[in-house]
T-cell receptor
Framework: NAGVTQTPKFRILKIGQSMTLQCTQD?????MYWYRQDPGMGLKLIYY???????DKGEVPNGYNVSRSTTEDFPLRLELAAPSQTSVYFC?????????????FGPGTRLTVL | GIQVEQSPPDLILQEGANSTLRCNFS?????LQWFHQNPWGQLINLFY???GTKQNGRLSATTVATERYSLLYISSSQTTDSGVYFC????????????FGTGTRLQVTL
């Protein structure tokens, strides 16, 4: 299993540009999440999904959109990039059960908006 | 929302030393996880421990849910233990949406 994969690893955007961060998991997890991590801080939840076709906002959703058409994929869309969106973005997945709810993280995408 | 505080914020150890990291949280939780973020930025799940005690090699963790804290013990530390340790929690019925603490940065020196 590859686990959770993210592309691209790095990206530089100009203010006002748009892009999609890709996330794929091959563990058949129903729950997926997008977090952002600013320098020296913990992670903050942007959006999450509990299954295909179901998404909801997290703590910091402004400026982002998501979709979940399949179990495996959970892309994050940035519209009109702003310097405040400079961050490292992590995708995660989990399969909550009776005895565990471990979240597995991808390697992250480092985004700079200039 | 729920508050998560970790202490100490920074820790420097010599190789072979032991350490205890603490996580306090402000509400009842049904999900608590400890993560290690290595110097390359990768997040690795160490423990899923909403209550009780678990051990994995040199690492162990204890959560006392009724008193709203969790402890992570690192014994015989190695340089590869360096990085940032995060505690993250979620409330019952919240689709496991994790709230992270600000972390403890650990540096293990030779």
């Amino acid at each position: 299993n590859a686990g959770v994969t993210q592309t691209p690893k790095f990206r530089i955007l100009k203010i006002g540009q748009s892009m999609t961060l890709q996330c794929t998991q091959d563990m058949n997890h129903n729950y997926m999440y997008w977090y952002r991590q600013d320098p020296g801080m913990g992670l903050k939840l942007i959006y999450y999904s509990v299954g295909a076709g179901i998404t909801d906002k997290g703590e910091v959703p402004n400026g982002y959109n998501v979709s979940r058409s399949t179990t495996e994929d959970f892309p994050l869309r940035l519209e009109l990039a702003a310097p405040s969106q400079t961050s490292v973005y992590f995708c995660a997945s989990s399969y909550p059960g009776a005895s565990t709810d471990t979240q597995y993280f991808g390697p992250g995408t480092r985004l700079t908006v200039l | 929302g729920i508050q998560v505080e970790q202490s100490p914020p920074d820790l420097i150890l010599q190789e072979g030393a032991n350490s205890t990291l603490r996580c306090n949280f402000s509400d009842s939780v049904n999900n608590l996880q400890w993560f290690h973020q290595n110097p390359w930025g990768q997040l690795i799940n160490l423990f899923y421990i909403p209550s009780g005690t678990k051990q994995n090699g040199r690492l162990s963790a204890t959560t006392v849910a009724t008193e709203r804290y969790s402890l992570l013990y690192i014994s015989s530390s190695q340089t590869t233990d360096s990085g940032v340790y995060f505690c993250a929690v979620s409330l019952t019925g919240t689709a496991s949406k994790l709230t992270f603490g600000t972390g403890t940065r650990l540096q293990v020196t030779l």
